[in-house]
C-alpha cells in the first residue's frame, strides 16, 4: 500500500471550500482532514485542490489529426499530444468525440470513426496515454451512411456518450444560414454555387434518412448503454422529442426557450466554454452567460479550446460568488450525466483524479495534475 498526503491545500469539496489536507492510498482519496499534518506530506502552499476536470464534448483529436487543411498528421503522435495536451488543461476524462454519419460529396466528410476508436483503443492499451478517455460518439442524422457507421460500434468500445446531431441547413445551430455559410466558406472553401448545391443535398439527405437515423441512433445508444444527448435543441417541440428518446444531456441549446424546457424536462444543459469566456455563440445563438445568470447551465464543455475549461470555471465562480457550484459544472456534473459515479469530487472512495492551481489575479493558473494519485503534468 501506498500513501501519499496533500497538506496545507484550499481543499474545493462538493459543497464547501476548506483549508486542510487529503490522503491518497493506492489511486483512491483516503482521507480528508483539517487537523495535524502528517510528517512527510506534500505542502501545496495554498493552492486550490479540486477534482480533476471531466470532458464531454472535445473535438480536439480531430485538430491534432488535421493540424490544417489537407495536412494529415500520424495518428498514434496525434492521439499522444492530444491526450498531453489535456492533461496540461487539468482534463483528467475525456468523451472524444467522434463523427459517425458521412456526405459522398464531400472527401472531408469521409468515414473515420472505426478506425480512429480501434487506434485510440490500442494506444490506451499499451498505458501510453496519462488520462482516461471514453467515446463520444457524433450521430450525423443528415448524412447517407449513419446507420453502416454505427453498426461497426459494439459493447466493447467503450462509447458513453451518443448525440444526436441535425446539421440540415435553416434549424437548430444553423437556423441562420448565413453562419453556416461563413463556416463552410472559411473551413472548406466552398463557393456560393457550391454551397446552393450542398444545402439542396443535405435537405435530401434529412427528408429521405433523417426519421430512420435518429431512430437507428437512439436505438444504438441503447444497445451499447451510452448516455444519450440531444445537439442544438431550438424549441419546446424539439426537447420534447429529445426527452421521448432518453435524453439525459442537452447538448447547447441554441435558445433560451430551450434551455427553459431543458430544465422542465429534467435534462442537464451543457454549454461551451468559448462561448461563456466570450460572452457569446460564433452561431448567434444564445449567450452561455445568459443561461448560467438563470440557473439553467449545469455543465461547460471546452469544445474546441481545452485550455478553456478551467477558467470558465473561474468565470462562473465569479458570476454565481460560488466556487463549488463552479467548479462542479466541470467536475461532479458531468461525470454524474456520464453514469461515472467514481470520480469528479474530492471524497472518500473517490479516484484520485486532482488538479491543482493558484488563482492569479482571478485567473487559475494550472500546477499540477494527478490521475489516480499520480501526477501526469
Known amino acids: 500500500m501506498t500513501e501519499t498526503v496533500l497538506a496545507n491545500a484550499t481543499l474545493v469539496l462538493p459543497d464547501e471550500i476548506l483549508k486542510g ?54 495518428h498514434d503522435a496525434a492521439i499522444v499530444a492530444h491526450d498531453a495536451e489535456l492533461a496540461g488543461c487539468g482534463i483528467t476524462t475525456v468523451f472524444d468525440a467522434m463523427r459517425v454519419g458521412s456526405i459522398p460529396s464531400r472527401s472531408d466528410y469521409a468515414p473515420y470513426a472505426r478506425a480512429l476508436a480501434s487506434e485510440l483503443m490500442a494506444m490506451r492499451g499499451t498505458g501510453a496515454l496519462r488520462i482516461s478517455h471514453f467515446l463520444h460518439l457524433r450521430a450525423e442524422i443528415c448524412s447517407a451512411t449513419l446507420l453502416d457507421e454505427l453498426a461497426e460500434f459494439g459493447p466493447e468500445d467503450r462509447v458513453g456518450l451518443v448525440s444526436l446531431m441535425d446539421h440540415t441547413p435553416g434549424q437548430r445551430q444553423f437556423r441562420d444560414t448565413a453562419a453556416l455559410e461563413k463556416y463552410l466558406s472559411g473551413k472548406v472553401g466552398m463557393s456560393r454555387p ?64 430551450a434551455a427553459r424546457a431543458c430544465r422542465a424536462q429534467g435534462i442537464m444543459t451543457i454549454m461551451g466554454a468559448p462561448n461563456l469566456i466570450r460572452g457569446k455563440s460564433h452561431s448567434g445563438n444564445v449567450a452561455a452567460r ?58 472518500v472512495g473517490a479516484r484520485a483524479d486532482l488538479i491543482r492551481f493558484r488563482l492569479v489575479g482571478g485567473t487559475p493558473v494550472l500546477r499540477e495534475t494527478h490521475v489516480q494519485g499520480r501526477r501526469v503534468a
Not at 23 to 41: F, L, S
Not at 237 to 251: D, K, N
Not at 325 to 341: E, F, H, K, M, Q
Open 290 to 347: 445568459d443561461l448560467a445568470s438563470e440557473g439553467l447551465l449545469d455543465i461547460i464543455s471546452s469544445d474546441y479550446v481545452p485550455s478553456a475549461l478551467l477558467p470558465s470555471a473561474a468565470l462562473l465562480a465569479q458570476l454565481w460568488d460560488d466556487w463549488p457550484r463552479a467548479i462542479a459544472s466541470v467536475t461532479v456534473n458531468p461525470a454524474d450525466a456520464a453514469g461515472l459515479a467514481d470520480r469528479g469530487r474530492i471524497a
Open 21 to 74: 489536507h487529503i490522503a491518497i492510498r493506492d489511486g483512491r482519496i483516503a482521507a480528508i482532514e483539517t487537523g495535524a499534518v502528517p510528517a512527510g506530506a506534500v505542502d501545496l502552499g495554498g493552492d486550490h485542490l479540486a477534482p480533476g476536470l471531466i470532458e464531454l464534448h472535445t473535438d480536439n483529436l480531430e485538430r491534432h489529426i488535421q493540424p490544417r487543411p489537407g495536412v494529415h498528421w500520424p
Open 194 to 257: 457550391e454551397m446552393e448545391r450542398y444545402f439542396a443535398e443535405l435537405k435530401g439527405l434529412r427528408e429521405t434518412y433523417g426519421d430512420a437515423h435518429e431512430a437507428g441512433a437512439v436505438e444504438f445508444a441503447r444497445r451499447v448503454g451510452a448516455v444519450l444527448a440531444s445537439h442544438d435543441d431550438t424549441t419546446e417541440e424539439q426537447v420534447a422529442t429529445s426527452a421521448a428518446h432518453g435524453c439525459r444531456l442537452a447538448e447547447f441549446p441554441t435558445t433560451l426557450e
